[in-house]
């Protein structure tokens, strides 16, 4: 999530409990195989042995070790290595490419994608000790992930970020489902931006997701492209207990595919 209202630092206190973030994916997917009308969503936990994450660590190019070795705590270290050493494991074993031979490039926004075009997009997010990982063919694809959690000062954050009429459907929801209605309307908000690579920064206002618990997933409108908002599809993914995450994608109709990503199928990829 944006620092602009809350980051949410994991304390060593915590550490044990959010390692123990069950994930509700358990069935392994058809990879590397990905069909051109699917999407595939693996989620893995950032909280890996040190021996694997060593195994990670050296699969990172120059540009990632200098970031990961910039951030100041040793956790947001970690959690970086690990998600980009899975990353790199999951794109090489979609490609048949060894981890450490991807090459990454950035958007002016930051969004990374492959350095070259082989077919093949992506987009991640990570919360707490959580990743999410989105990968399909010839799209823009965007996703989030956040732990829901109670949120001081929501409804100044609603009225200053959101849409007015999301504003208001969050702010009268019964008082039980309000962080579920925040977080399902923040993380359908940040894929649709990641997805078109814009990221946070500007326009969170200027459209309008569905957000109501139970109510499906979707774009409601885009004041800035109104004859756009029909084209994309908002998924909800709902990968670990008290987990609000989605999917952003330019295109109806595709299948999603949800997994669990694990050391052993990530061996795979780096060992070979
Ligand atoms: C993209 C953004 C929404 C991510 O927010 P977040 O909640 O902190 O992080 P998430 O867990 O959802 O996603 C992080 C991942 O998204 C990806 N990402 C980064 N920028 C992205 C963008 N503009 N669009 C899509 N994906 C992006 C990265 O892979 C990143 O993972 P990493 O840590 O391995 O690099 C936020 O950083 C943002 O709005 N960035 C744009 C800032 C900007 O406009 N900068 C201009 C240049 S100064």
């Keep these: 999530m944006d620092s602009k209202f ?54 990172l190019s120059e540009d990632e070790r200098q970031r990961a070795a910039r951030f100041h705590f040793e956790g947001d270290r970690r959690r970086f ?17 060894k981890a450490g031979e991807l090459a990454f490039c950035y958007n ?17 997010a990570h919360s707490h000790n959580l990743a999410l990982y989105a990968i399909t063919r010839r799209r823009e ?47 359908r908000k940040e ?18 997701v569905s957000l109501r618990p139970g109510e499906p997933a979707a774009l409601l409108h885009d004041a800035m492209n109104p004859t756009e908002a029909s084209r994309w599809a908002l998924f909800d993914l709902k990968p670990a207990r008290d987990y609000a995450a989605a999917l952003a994608v330019k295109e109806q109709l595709l299948q999603v595919q949800f997994g669990q990503w694990t050391a052993d199928i990530s061996n795979q990829a780096t060992d070979h």
């Design 141 to 187: 694809i965007g996703v989030d992930i956040e732990r829901v959690r109670p949120v001081s000062g929501m409804k100044e954050i609603v009225q200053r970020f959101f849409c007015a009429a999301e504003a208001t459907h969050i702010l009268s929801l019964p008082e039980e489902q309000k962080a579920e209605g925040f977080f399902n309307c923040w993380t």
């Design 81 to 97: 290595i690990v998600g980009r050493g899975l990353l790199r494991s999951i794109l090489g074993c979609y490609l048949n490419i």
């Design 6 to 59: 809350d980051h949410e630092p994991i304390h060593s206190s915590d550490r044990g409990r959010a390692g123990c973030d069950s994930i509700l994916w358990s069935v392994p997917l058809s990879h590397p195989l990905l069909a051109d009308d699917e999407i595939h969503v693996w989620c893995a936990t950032l909280d890996q042995a040190p021996s694997y994450r060593g195994k990670l660590a050296e699969t």
């Design 191 to 208: 894929a649709y931006l990641k997805a078109t690579g814009e990221g946070i920064a500007e326009a969170l206002n200027q459209f309008e």
């Design 108 to 124: 002016p926004q930051g969004k990374p994608s492959l350095a070259t075009p082989l077919q093949i997009h992506f987009n991640l």
